[in-house]
C-alpha cells in the first residue's frame, strides 16, 4: 500500500534561517506531489506541484522554493525564512496517471519568530 | 482560475440529527472532481467523499451524501445521524482532473453538540 511521510511534524524557526522540508512517498510511482500551505482558521493554498523528477510549477510567488531530486521525494526550500512564512504545511501525492484524489502527509507546524 | 466558496464559517448541529454543508465553485473546465475533506484537530486532511463531474448520481459513504448540481455549481454535504465525532473542520475542494491540481474553500468548522 502507498504511505506518504512527512517530517518534522513542527519547527521553530528564527527569522532569516533556512529552511528545508522534506517529503516521501512509498508504494507507487511517478506521482504527481503537492506542498499546500494553510494559514490559521482558513484553507489550504496550493504552493508548488511537481509531475516529474526536475519539474517544478510554483502557484504562488512567494519565498519558498521546491525541489524533486528523485521520482517520490519532494523538498521544500527558504533560503532566509520571514515571518510571513509561518503556517502549517502539508505535502500531497496523486495518482500521476488519473489524479482522483489527493492523499496527505500529516503536515509541519512552522513557526517563524 | 478556480474559486470555492464554504459561506457558512461555523455550524453545529446535535447529536443524531443531520446537517448539510454548503459549497459553491466556479470553473469553466468540463472534467474535474469534487471532494470534502474533515481535518479534525489533529490536523489530517481525511477524505470523506468524491464525486466525479461527469456522474449525475450523487455520491454518498455510509452517513454521508452530496447534492451535487453542475449546472449550479453547487455541492454540499448532507451527514446523517451525526455523531460527536464529525466534529471538524469540513473543506470543499475541487480538483482538476488532468493535472491534480486542487482549490479548497476556507472550510466550515462543524460543532456535534450531545
Known amino acids: 500500500s502507498q504511505t506518504i511521510h512527512q517530517w518534522p511534524a513542527t519547527l521553530v524557526q528564527p527569522v532569516g534561517s533556512p529552511l528545508s522540508l522534506e517529503c516521501t512517498v512509498e508504494?507507487?510511482?511517478?506521482?504527481?506531489l503537492y506542498w499546500y500551505r494553510q494559514a490559521a482558521g482558513r484553507g489550504l493554498q496550493l504552493l508548488f506541484y511537481?509531475?516529474?523528477?526536475?519539474?517544478i510549477s510554483s502557484e504562488v510567488p512567494q519565498n519558498l522554493s521546491a525541489s524533486r531530486p528523485q521520482d517520490r521525494q519532494f523538498i521544500l526550500s527558504s533560503k532566509k525564512l520571514l515571518l510571513s512564512d509561518s503556517g502549517f504545511y502539508l505535502c500531497?501525492?496523486?495518482?500521476?496517471?488519473?489524479?482522483?484524489?489527493?492523499?496527505f502527509g500529516s503536515g509541519t507546524q512552522l513557526s517563524v519568530l | 482560475a478556480q474559486t470555492v466558496t464554504q459561506s457558512q464559517p461555523e455550524m453545529s448541529v446535535q447529536e443524531a440529527e443531520t446537517v448539510t454543508l454548503s459549497c459553491t465553485y466556479d470553473?469553466?473546465?468540463?472534467?474535474?472532481?469534487l471532494f470534502w475533506y474533515k481535518q479534525p484537530p489533529s490536523r489530517q486532511m481525511i477524505l470523506v467523499i468524491r464525486?466525479?463531474?461527469?456522474?449525475?448520481q450523487n455520491a454518498t459513504e455510509n452517513r454521508f451524501s452530496v447534492n451535487f448540481q453542475k449546472a449550479a455549481k453547487s455541492f454540499s454535504l448532507k451527514i446523517s445521524d451525526s455523531q460527536l465525532g464529525d466534529t471538524a473542520m469540513y473543506f470543499c475542494?475541487?480538483?482538476?482532473?488532468?493535472?491534480?491540481?486542487?482549490?479548497f474553500g476556507d472550510g466550515t468548522t462543524l460543532t456535534v453538540k450531545p
Open positions: 500531497a501525492w496523486s495518482p500521476g496517471q488519473f489524479n482522483e484524489k489527493l492523499f
Open positions: 511537481s509531475v516529474g523528477i526536475g519539474q
Open positions: 508504494g507507487t510511482s511517478n506521482p504527481n
Open positions: 470553473t469553466s473546465e468540463n472534467n474535474y472532481y
Open positions: 464525486q466525479e463531474a461527469y456522474k449525475q
Open positions: 475542494a475541487f480538483m482538476k482532473h488532468l493535472t491534480g491540481k486542487s482549490t
